[in-house]
Each structure stands twice: as structure tokens, then as C-alpha cells.
């Protein structure tokens, strides 16, 4: 099966080493992870690769070493609850934002689904998911006074003017090359990027944008248009892709029950869905799997746990010898997992009930979100 | 030569009876003007057939006297000064509004030129003209309760979620069918008839736009959606193209002098280019003339008198005559048509002038204004 990555679709057999190539990125070094090191304690999936490439890191890093300073930027698309493939990012921004104490700026773009999905029929049915994703989004735990949350259409007044700016520079054909559009795409889809770009131009500074590998596109049309504009090109972080409970083919997906593991699952579905759908690298058979072992590299429940929920080198490093050499078993490894991901959806829901009060000091009341609707950009 | 019409662009020969069949809209029929002359006196424009062409006016009228109601919108891309040409869409819509005391949507769209044109290089150079375009407007005499003048930059917040539900309705290859559009033209430049549209819903009722027929595309595009977003299908009067002063080819351009007549433009300045440039019907020598008569069809001096300066059906129906039978000179058709210009052009900078304090109330404080700012649409 051949891969395909684009901001709309993933599938396939993800190969990272060919994407960097065809992207054009960089692959992030073990130089390069020293010295973030050398900043704090590096947040784990950093540390085991998961975030694994880059665009010009290197100069963020250079221009906060020279008090220059650079920001953050990410995002979330509401069109259904969050699962645990979409608070990755959030997590991996926390990090850089308790780590460099910057700005960061997160677009909720509440015309995106709508637009790119024919089967959403109104804007109402992803704006019934925007406060929910927000609480989900808030109960990471960022900076309130140096954070800014805000959705398109409120915020339009304030971003549409950059975006007719960025537009301007962008052809229909340059659009279609990297997006893939055809004649039948709408021509609010074919204008979107404009309005994704917008927060890259926020400041004068360097932007970093930590996301999936997915949503690169975005960041190569910023970055041919961006010096032109009197701009840094923005500098990215990218992820591989959350597997799915079914396998390591693709992406997470929203539309696919077995697939994912919900924000708000209870104890009881977590351990309902690993232990059903979790695809196991172990032996058919106890006694197989006693002989020859299980293969971690396909086992979902030991790829959650190394990328993510198991922290510790030394525990993660017993796991896969335990696995690998036939004495854990498949039922341990996922009993293993559960306890960890109950645990921590249960610190999530506290984090999202807290969200409650803290939502507009982000969106409306905190320091930088009453900077930024002061401005137009 | 070839006609060319399009919103951007309109040159050659008009044949306005196949812009008719072409664009597919009706021809303004003796009866129609007949109905309309039942609710005041006709505007000249109507009664000398310079709005010679519409879509659904007969059902604009039933609606008004159902009680249903309309209202009207039109609008002005600022690029550069006001001339002539560009006020006469705003006069007769003053008539209907005086006519029908409806409500009036005027667009200013202070991002079409800015992405449309590849030589304005940035938004300033067409914003230094967008205070002086609306104070030309305003002159015109609008009801300051029933008129909204919006531009789309400080009015996006409340125009893009419109914007958007519209822009997924129109494919690429609508828009490109429809405009011209191209692999080069930028994604702002494809998004922005969505913005242009906006306004067709701004009631739930029928909505009436007098403007040049080369806007006529625009409305074709909401005319194909209306229905199925549950609106009404847009009615429109169009006019013809206000002649430049260098003959009755193409439109009244901005980007030649000798062309256009501004509303700026001094006593002295009218005279001079009226004398030197209006194309006369007039014979080669006074002894020709004498013999032969002025030939109206292709004197610019008599057009314009024809079309909005000279109201009077007696006076100018002499002019004619003693124009073509050679008794008038061209220089003194000139001389009158100088002195009617030169004496609106007074009222007009003294409409002007007021207009500087009622600038707030048409943007933001007068009924409509103040209802259109709450309105999120």
C-alpha cells in the first residue's frame, strides 16, 4: 500500500526517512537534541523520536540564545471530540513554552472541516465541538498570560487583512501543486491557507510550529512568501503519526471507532478498546509467544507506551526486553498501558474542569489574548 | 474590435443587446418602466434606457407591493479619485431608495483592487483613497438611517462566516468559467466574489443591485446558489458603460487622464478637458457642420448630456435636433454641457463637505448601522 500524506488525508505505510526527503526537511540530530537538552529536561518524545524532524530549529534556537526571541504556534480543527493523537502536539508545545517561557498562539479554525469535508453540511456542526476541543486543549496546562486562543471567524476581523496580503502572493497553481486541489475544490478551501498562514506573521520573530508531518505544506508556502513579506520563514517541528489501535498503518483517525482512544473515554471503554482492538505484535499462542517472543515494533500497546505514556527509559527499556523475549505477555502489556492511560485521563478531566474558569483569560482576558485583540495584523 | 466584459476589464465596441443574450438577463421593457414610473417620477438614467438591462426588477416590484419588500446593495472598489462614471450606479440607486424608502448596503471592498492588480503593491495605496470614495458617496444623498456603508476589512468579523458557507458552494471551475480565472490568479484574488456576495444575504428578502453590467457575473454565481442556502436569488439593473471623453469605446477609465472627468476636477480643469478631449460628432470644418450636421451617436458631449446632464426631455430632444441639422456647433454643445457639469459638481462638493459629519453615522451610528454591527451573519 503506497503512503499519502497530505492535511487531509493520511494512509499507507508511513516511510519518515522518504518524507523528509520529499519535504524538504530535516532530520532532528542527536546535536540538535543536546542542546535542547541543554535548556531542560527533554520531554519524551523528543527524546525517543517521535518528534523527528525540522525546519530550521537550529535558528530558533540561535535566536533565543541571542535574547531575539522566537514564538509558538499550533492549532486543532474542531470537527469531533479530541482523542489522544490530537493532544500530542499541545503536549510537545507545553514543553517548549514551560521550557523558553514564549508566546504562543493557538488558531482553532472553526471554517477548515467545513470546508474541506462535503459530508459536514454547516457550520454548526463543527461549532458544537469548538468549546469542548478548547477545554480539552486549556486542560494541557499553558502560560494564560502568554497564550492567546482564538477561532477564524471571531478573530477574522483581526487576521483578514494578512490574509488578503499572503493570498496575493499564492497562485491558484502553486496552491494545487502543494495541496493537491483540483477544479472542483471550493474556492474557500483554495483561500484557507492564507488564513493558516496568518499567525506565522503574529510577531516579528522567528515562528516555531510544532504539528504532524501532514501539515508541512502549509509551512513550505510561508516559507517561500514569508522574507518576501518582511517575515522569518517559520521553523517547524514535526511528528511522526499516532498509530492507530488497529496498527501502525496511517493515522489516528476521528471517523473510526476502534481506532482511537477519546478524551473522555471512561476506565471501562480504555480497557474495552486496548484489550479488543489493540494490535498485538505478541505470539499467536501463549506457548509461541513464550518461544519466539513479541515484535514491538508493530505492537500498538508498546508503541503507545514508548512514545508517550512510559517515560521512564529504564521501564520502557525492561518492557521491550520483558516483551521481546517472550516473558511479558500481550495481556500484561496492555494491562500495563490501561493503568497508565486511565491515570492519566483522569489527571485530563481534572485539567478540563479547571479549563472551565481559565477559558477567557485565554481567549479574551489574559495578557497577550487582550494584546492581540487590540491589533489588527 | 472585439468586445471584451468582464469585472476587471471592459473594452471594444459594445454590443449591448448581445450582453443581454450573452449574460442571459432581460431587457428593462416599455411596460416595466411604465410600473416603475407609477411610484415617482423616473430617474433619467431609466428614462433614456442608460440602465437598459436586469434580472427580476418585475419581481422586486411584486415583492414591494406584497409588502415583502427589498432592499438594495451596491458598492466601490476604492483604487484611486471618483469620476463621473463610478457615481452614476450610486445616483440611481438613490432614486430607488428615495422611490421606495428601502434599506441600502453599500460594499466597500478594500482588499479587490489591492488583489486584483498586480501593480498595487499594497493595501495602503489603495486605503489613502477609501475615506475620500465614501465622502463622494455619501454626497449622493442617502438616508443616513437606511444606509450602511461597510468596508469588508473592518467588517470581516461579521461578513466571513457568510463568506465562507458561500465560497463552498463555488468550485474552482465555476469561478474560472464565470471570471476568467486562471492557474495564476492568487487564492484572494479566487475567494473574493464569496465577499462580493455577502451582502445579497444581508436580508431575507430580495435584494436589488444597480451597477455597470460588467458586475453582472458576480451576481449569476448567487443567482446559481441563493435558493439552496435559502435566500432569494439576487435581482440587479444594469447599466450601460458611461462614455469616456475620448469616445464611446470601452468605459470611463481611471488610468487615463484624458478620459475621465473627476469629481475633484476644477471649473477650469472640466472646461479644458472637455474642450480638448470630448470626441465630437461634428462636421471637420464649421462649413461641414453647417452642412451636414453633428452626428450624436458618436459625440461624447451630447452622450453625456443624453444619458444623466441635460433632464429635461424637451431640452434635449432641441439639442438633438438643432445638432444634427447643424445649427448647434460642437463648441457650444461643449460650452452647455460644461456649465451642467461644472454646476453638479458644485452641489456636489457641497454635498461633500456635509458629508465629512455624517461619515460616523453611515459606518456606525446611524439604525442601520447600528443593527448591522450587532448582526454577526
Redesign the interface.
Known amino acids: 500500500m503506497g503512503m499519502k500524506v497530505t492535511p487531509w488525508e493520511v494512509s499507507g505505510h508511513i516511510n519518515y526517512e522518504k518524507l523528509i526527503k520529499e519535504f524538504g526537511t530535516s532530520r532532528i540530530t542527536k546535536g540538535l537534541l543536546e542542546k535542547l537538552a541543554s535548556y531542560g529536561k527533554l520531554n519524551v518524545m523528543l527524546r525517543r523520536g517521535f518528534f523527528f524532524s525540522h525546519r530550521d530549529l537550529d535558528l530558533v534556537l540561535k535566536d533565543y540564545e541571542t535574547g531575539k526571541g522566537f514564538f509558538l504556534y499550533t492549532g486543532r480543527a474542531p470537527s469531533g471530540p479530541m482523542h489522544l493523537g490530537h493532544l500530542l502536539p499541545f503536549m510537545i508545545t507545553k514543553w517548549f513554552q514551560d521550557t523558553f517561557k514564549v508566546n504562543l498562539y493557538i488558531q482553532i479554525p472553526d471554517?477548515e472541516k467545513?470546508?474541506a469535508k462535503r459530508d459536514i453540511r454547516s457550520?454548526e456542526e463543527t461549532d458544537r465541538w469548538v468549546k469542548d476541543n478548547i477545554l480539552d486543549i486549556i486542560a494541557v496546562g499553558f502560560d494564560p498570560n502568554r497564550t492567546f486562543i482564538f477561532q477564524?471567524?471571531?478573530?477574522?476581523?483581526n487576521?483578514?487583512?494578512m490574509?488578503?496580503?499572503?493570498?496575493?502572493?499564492?497562485?491558484?497553481?502553486t496552491?494545487?501543486a502543494v495541496f493537491g486541489?483540483?477544479?472542483?475544490?471550493?474556492?474557500?478551501?483554495?483561500?484557507y491557507?492564507?488564513m493558516q498562514i496568518v499567525p506565522t506573521f503574529f510577531e516579528k520573530k522567528r515562528c516555531l510550529i510544532p504539528s504532524a508531518i501532514d501539515q508541512d505544506p502549509y509551512w513550505r508556502i510561508q516559507r517561500d512568501i514569508a522574507e518576501s513579506m518582511g517575515y522569518y520563514k517559520t521553523a517547524a517541528i514535526h511528528s511522526k503519526f499516532f498509530p492507530p489501535l488497529s496498527g501502525i498503518i496511517g493515522k489516528m483517525s476521528s471517523s473510526k471507532q476502534e481506532d482511537a482512544i477519546y478524551l473522555s473515554d471512561s476506565p471501562e471503554e480504555v480497557r474495552y478498546k486496548i484489550m479488543r482492538y489493540a494490535f498485538s505484535g505478541g505470539g499467536a499462542t501463549i506457548k509461541e509467544h513464550r518461544e519466539k517472543g513479541g515484535n514491538t515494533e508493530v505492537d500498538v500497546a508498546y508503541q503507545w507506551l514508548y512514545i508517550i505514556f512510559e517515560e521512564n527509559d529504564n521501564k520502557i527499556a525492561k518492557i521491550k526486553e520483558e516483551y521481546e523475549s517472550g516473558k511479558m505477555l500481550t495481556g500484561e502489556l496492555k494491562n500495563y498501558l490501561i493503568e497508565k492511560i486511565n491515570r492519566f485521563l483522569e489527571e485530563h478531566r481534572k485539567g478540563k474542569k479547571r479549563a472551565e474558569k481559565l477559558i477567557d483569560k485565554f481567549k479574551h482576558d489574559g495578557k497577550l489574548a487582550r494584546e492581540m485583540w487590540e491589533r489588527v495584523i
Open positions: 471554517e467545513f470546508l457550520l477564524n471567524r471571531e478573530y477574522a476581523k487576521m483578514y487583512s490574509a488578503v496580503k499572503i493570498a496575493k502572493k499564492v497562485t491558484f497553481s496552491a494545487k486541489f483540483t477544479n472542483e475544490t471550493n474556492i474557500g478551501m483554495i483561500f491557507p492564507a
